[in-house]
C-alpha cells in the first residue's frame, strides 16, 4: 500500500523537528517546508535543513517569501531590537510576525494540493502560548475549514486537508520527553531569536527551552 | 478625519483593476499587492504597475513567492501547455493554480495587519467561474473568519478584518459597466494566459474577456 504524505512545516527550531519525527513515526512520507520570510535568525534554516538529513525523510522544500518587507516584527524588521524575554508577562511579544501561521499554512495547502499531501503537521502549543494567537486550536480549526473550502482536491475530489497540531495543548516539556523517545537530533534545533553563532540565552525563546529541559529533566543536546 | 486604509489584491487583470477603481471610489487610502508566484503571463506584472500610476494610489507591494516549484497548474508549470479555452465545460481548468486565493489574502493579512488596512478587496466572481473554487462567497466568508481568528489586531484589539468581493454575484458585463464609470484604464489591464506580447485570443481567458466587452457594449480598448 502507498503510504500517505505529509507536509511538516519545519523553522529548525525544536517544536517543528519533534513534529517531523513524529509523523515519520506515524508512517507518513515526510516532506519538510521551510520558509526564508526575512527571519533575523535564518541560521534556523541551515539546522532544518540537517535535521531534515538526520530524520531521512523524503524531501524539503525552502520557500522564499519576504515578509519582514513590511516589517511589524521585530523578527524580520532589522531596525529593531529584540527585547530581553520575560515568559511570565501576557502582553503580545514584539516578535509577533504578522499572520505568519496562515501564510504558512496556505501555502503547505498549495503545495500539499500539488503533491497530494492532505496532512499537515505544525508544531504549535497555545499552552506555551506568549501572545501568539495564531498557535491556538480554535485557528487552526477555522484554517483547516477554509482549506477545505478553498482548494479543488477538497471540495471537487473530497480529499479533505487535515492539520495536526499535536502539541496544542503539550508543553515543552511534554515535547522534549516525547521527542527523546523518538531520537528527535535535539543537538541541531535552534531556539534562539537573536541568530549568531550560539544561543544568547536571554530571549523568550532561550529561557523558555532551558527552562523546558531543565523541568524534562534533560540536559540540552544543543547547548 | 484619517482615511481608512485598504489594501487590493491587484494582478493586472481586468476584475481586480475595476476592484482598486472602486476602492478608491469608496474613499479608502489604498495599496495595491501583486505576486510574482511563477506565472507564466508575467506581463501581467508590467500592467498592474502602469494601472498603480494611472489610479494614483498610495502604494504598491509586489511580493514573491514562488508557486510554480511544485507545479500542478500550467500557469505555472512550464512544461505544460495551456489549452485552449471552452467557457462553457465544467470541468477544473489545467490553468488552476492550487491554493491561489487562500495563500494571496493569507499574505494580503499579513501586509494589512503591518500596516493597519484591515479592508481587503479581491475581484473574484463566482458567477464567471470556471471551476475555481477558491473565488466563492463561501470559501471568502470562511476566509475571513479565519483572518479574523490567526491576527492579533482582529483578536486582541478588535480591529477586524473584512474581504470585499465587490463582484463575487457579478457578471464580467457588470464589471466592464461599472468599470468605464469610473474610468478604468482597461487599456493597460491584462487578460491572457500566455503572456506574450499580444494577447493570443483563444486562451479562456482571452474568449471570456472578448465576449463580455461585446456584450457590455464597448470595444476593448486593450485590443
Known sequence: MERKKAIVLLSG????????????????EVYALSFS??????????????????????????VDINMGQWGGSSLTDMSMNVEEGDIHKKEIPQTYVPARNLVFLSVAASMG????????????????????????????DSMESTINMGTVAAVEEGKKFKIHAPFVYKT??????????LGVDFANTWSCYKGEGTPCGVCDSCKLRAEAFRKAGYSDPAI
Not at 17 to 22: G, T
Request: hydrophobic share 40%; glycine share 8%; charged share 25%.
Open 13 to 28: 527550531g525544536l517544536d517543528s523537528a519533534v513534529a517531523m519525527w513524529l509523523a515519520k513515526s506515524q508512517g507518513y
Open 37 to 62: 520570510y526575512g527571519q533575523r535568525h535564518s541560521i534556523e534554516l541551515e539546522k532544518a535543513k540537517t535535521l531534515v538529513e538526520s530524520a531521512k525523510i523524503s524531501g524539503h522544500r525552502i
Open 113 to 140: 494540493e500539488a503533491i497530494e499531501a492532505y496532512d499537515i503537521f505544525i508544531g504549535v502549543s497555545e499552552v506555551d502560548y506568549s501572545g501568539y494567537v495564531d498557535c491556538r486550536q480554535s485557528f487552526i
Open 172 to 181: 515543552k516539556v511534554d515535547e522534549i520527553i516525547m521527542g527523546m523517545d
